[in-house]
T-cell receptor, first 114, second 109 residues
Framework: NAGVTQTPKFRILKIGQSMTLQCTQD?????MYWYRQDPGMGLKLIYY???????DKGEVPNGYNVSRSTTEDFPLRLELAAPSQTSVYFC?????????????FGSGTRLTVV | GIQVEQSPPDLILQEGANSTLRCNFS?????LQWFHQNPWGQLINLFY???GTKQNGRLSATTVATERYSLLYISSSQTTDSGVYFC???????????FGSGTQLTVLP
């Protein structure tokens, strides 16, 4: 039972490069989320999904894209990386039928844009 | 969306001391969770507590929904309790949580 798995754990990008942060969960959760955490700050929601084929913007979606083709996977795409996207990115999932179980988070991806 | 305020922002304790962390919400919430982020960055769910009181070992939480606040109590603190404690909430039909800025807890041996 792996829970939520994020890859890679660390990445350095040059300005203007693109990359995809991978997130997969094996708990059959319908809801998945992407958050970013800047140093010393709380988490801000980038995008979320309530099921395969359904995604919606969160508080800070600019510069990112997502897709949800399967229940398990929720990749986050960065196009034209900028220094402002230097952050730690967390993926999470939850089961709407078991809301009291709360969120399960991945271990995060630390991204630096130089 | 709702606003979430946490206090205090920083807290330093000696091992064995008790502490209370507070979370205020700008609107009624139907989903409220407390998380612990350990020094390695891992986020662990502590409580789902939109109302009432729950206890888990040395940790307990109380949410007074009518007054829009929640409290996290840590008793007999240990060095392993160090890290950042976040509360997060959602209101109405929203499924996505809004996080506070956290309380950085340091427990000294």
């Amino acid at each position: 039972n792996a829970g939520v798995t994020q890859t890679p754990k660390f990445r350095i990008l040059k300005i203007g490069q693109s990359m995809t942060l991978q997130c997969t969960q094996d708990m059959n959760h319908n809801y998945m989320y992407w958050y970013r955490q800047d140093p010393g700050m709380g988490l801000k929601l980038i995008y979320y999904s309530v099921g395969a084929g359904i995604t919606d913007k969160g508080e800070v979606p600019n510069g990112y894209n997502v897709s949800r083709s399967t229940t398990e996977d929720f990749p986050l795409r960065l196009e034209l990386a900028a220094p402002s996207q230097t952050s730690v990115y967390f993926c999470a999932s939850s089961d709407p039928t078991r809301i009291s179980y709360g969120y399960t988070f991945g271990s995060g991806t630390r991204l630096t844009v130089v | 969306g709702i606003q979430v305020e946490q206090s205090p922002p920083d807290l330093i304790l000696q091992e064995g001391a008790n502490s209370t962390l507070r979370c205020n919400f700008s609107d009624s919430v139907n989903n409220l969770q407390w998380f612990h982020q350990n020094p390695w960055g891992q986020l662990i769910n502590l409580f789902y507590i939109p109302s009432g009181t729950k206890q888990n070992g040395r940790l307990s939480a109380t949410t007074v929904a009518t007054e829009r606040y929640s409290l996290l109590y840590i008793s007999s603190s240990q060095t392993t309790d160090s890290g950042v404690y976040f509360c997060a909430g959602a209101s109405g039909s929203a499924r996505q949580l809004t996080f506070g800025s956290g309380t950085q807890l340091t427990v000294l041996p």
